[in-house]
């Protein structure tokens, strides 16, 4: 690509990374924000936290549902084991087997 003997002068580059440029906030980065986007989003914020109130109290709901439900079932469980036991043992008193 050179000619032999050449001596080709290499830059030092640095990235702005490197240079600090995305670490630090300074004075580069005031004029980036949009204080009504900001507002805006802040705004979201608030919304979204009220859903997820929202959320939490309807979950909250749901659980004590299910205990409820899990409740109820062992109940019926219970019941039918008794209800079996009994009609084994009048069978096996009727039928003698």
Do not use: W, Y
């Amino acid at each position: 690509m050179f000619p032999k003997g050449t001596k080709v002068k290499q830059q030092k580059t640095q990235s702005a990374a490197s240079r600090g440029f995305f670490l630090f906030p300074g004075p580069h980065c005031m004029n980036q924000i949009d204080p009504i986007e900001f507002g805006r989003v802040l705004a979201r914020l608030d919304e979204q936290d009220t859903q997820i109130a929202a959320l939490r109290t309807d979950v909250q709901a749901l659980l004590a549902l299910a205990n409820r439900g899990k409740g109820a079932l062992f109940t019926l469980t219970s019941l039918g084991a008794a209800i079996g036991a009994v009609l084994g043992v009048l069978g096996h008193h009727i039928f003698g087997k």
